[in-house]
């Protein structure tokens, strides 16, 4: 059973460009995750999505960050007009049920040059 | 607000010995706690959860923690360290009321068993 599969592993941009991040979840699962990691930190909570709904972004900036999970496909997370300050690692994370263990990617790690 | 402290930044443990990685949480109401393990340029991988029941729970790779509510911790522990178990470890807590599926993570703690 394969696990969450993000793509890319890393992802350089230019500032002002667009990064598209992709998850695809474990299967059965319908619950993902987004967390943002910067150096020497922990994880941050950004958004939390079930099949074509969102259901928390308490965690996502309000200006240039969007993310989906369609009915068929990957869930994205977009960032547009990148700045540096969005240089850092993006891990996605699935669960079968809210109250379930979230499993997670490896990670796409985005340089911003 | 909701917090998670994991108070030491590095534990270093010889192999053989026991070791312990602290975590405390700030909370109204009742939480879920987890602990995941990231070894270097990889995801978190789930090691074990307190939902309810036992406050001893035991997890994967020999790894085992306990509730204390009236403390607010939630500590990880294992009998014997091993070398291959030299990684960062992050505690993590989310609230049992609400549909958000938000986990609040702690800074991390860097495990170093030496040989």
């Known amino acids: 059973n394969a696990g969450v599969m993000q793509n890319p592993r890393h992802l350089v941009r230019r500032r002002g460009q667009e990064a598209r991040l992709r998850c695809s979840p474990m299967?059965?699962?319908?619950?993902v995750y987004w967390y943002r990691q910067l150096p020497e930190e922990g994880l941050k909570f950004m958004v939390y999505?079930?099949?074509?709904?969102?259901?928390?972004e308490s965690g996502m900036p309000k200006e240039r960050f969007s993310a989906e999970f369609p009915k068929e496909g990957p869930s994205i997370l977009r960032i547009q007009q990148v700045v540096r300050g969005d240089s850092a690692a993006y891990f996605c994370?699935?669960?079968?049920?809210?109250?379930?263990?979230?499993?997670f990617g490896d990670g796409t790690r985005l340089s911003i040059l | 607000a909701q917090s998670v402290a994991q108070p030491e930044d590095q534990v270093n443990v010889a192999e053989g010995n026991p070791l312990t990685v602290k975590c405390t949480y700030s909370?109204?109401?009742?939480?879920?706690l987890f602990w995941y393990v990231q070894y270097p340029n990889r995801g978190l991988q789930f090691l074990l959860k307190?939902?309810?029941?036992?406050?001893l729970v035991k997890g994967s790779y020999g790894f085992e923690a306990e509730f204390n509510k009236s403390q607010t911790s939630f500590h990880l522990k294992k009998p014997s360290a091993l070398v291959s178990d030299s990684a960062l470890y992050f505690c993590?807590?989310?609230?049992?009321?609400?549909?958000?599926?938000?986990?609040?993570f702690g800074q991390g703690t860097t495990l170093q068993v030496k040989p």
């Open positions: 909370v109204s109401g009742n939480p879920y």
């Open positions: 993590a807590v989310r609230w049992s009321s609400g549909n958000t599926g938000k986990l609040i």
């Open positions: 999505l079930q099949k074509e709904n969102i259901i928390d």
């Open positions: 299967k059965g699962h319908s619950h």
């Open positions: 994370a699935s669960s079968v049920g809210v109250n379930q263990p979230q499993h």
């Open positions: 307190y939902i309810t029941g036992d406050n």
